[in-house]
């Protein structure tokens, strides 16, 4: 059987479950630890009978037993990064690399080459964290989370990839008060505790990492109410939520930071995904 061939009758059977072919590449690439341009020259060599058999068992778990494709080759991209992931932490999403860039821009815009203090609450597998201190020196990165599991993956994270982030473990804001932060990220558990979930991120997922109480702003609210004590009078806070949150969110900051910008913008599909708070400069975005 040919790689073409081996793909093909597994791109139908993944179309005729409803589930996603770009999955069915994912496993194959990872087990026959080929490259998507070299598997493009290598599509009519015959495989290795060892290489089906992996690929068809993690197929298996993929298409039969409904688990997220990224927990299976334990791995997920994030903003150019491959970050260890497993299931004690969220899989890394698109909109989060979005949330990153604009914390990046506004670094760029509001304290370029000076050395700053940032933390990212709530952080799971370390991307957020990590990837800002691999993308910009300047920054000084902390990272909090409640689950004792989830930092053993981001400290992992961390060693793979060559970024220096410290990490604390504890609820939300609470080892990091006595810090003085210039920028604060976060991107929170915020899915209201009775909404549907699909059952590929509830059944496989933390439910620790996605949860946010009854409306969804539990952490926000914890996150803001505490946040003044440890931001420097010039700062920067930055959250994703979900879309539909953010006039509540927007309300919440200016109740605890009063006089500061605070504005949402749209994720690239349109959706109101990101909040930014910005005191102490001359409130220009």
Known sequence: MTNKQLLDKYYQIA???????????????????????????????????????E?????????????????IIGEACFYGYDFNVNKDVLIPRPETE?????????????FKDKKVEVADVGTGSGCIAITLALEEKNMHVMASDISLEALTVARGNAKKLGANVDFYQGDMLAPLMDKK?????????YIPTEETVDS????NEPNLALFGGNDGLKFYRVILENAPKIMNEKCILAFEHGYDKSSEIED????????????????????????????????EK
């Open 181 to 189: 932060l210039d920028i604060l990220v976060s991107n929170p558990p």
């Open 252 to 283: 919440i900051a200016r109740k605890n930071f009063p006089g500061a910008l605070v504005y949402t913008k749209k994720d690239l599909q349109g959706l109101d995904r990101m909040t930014f708070v910005i005191r102490g400069f001359n409130n």
């Open 200 to 203: 590929l991120v509830k059944d």
């Open 55 to 71: 690929f068809e068992k993690k197929v298996v778990l993929y298409l039969e037993h409904n688990e997220p494709v990224q927990y």
């Open 98 to 110: 979005e949330l990153v860039e604009n914390v990046l821009y506004l670094y760029d815009d509001y």
């Open 15 to 53: 179309i005729n479950k409803n589930k996603e072919e770009s999955a069915i590449l994912l496993l194959f690439l990872s087990v026959s630890k080929t490259t998507s341009s070299d598997l493009y020259i290598k599509m009519n060599e015959n495989v290795r009978e060892e290489v089906v058999n």
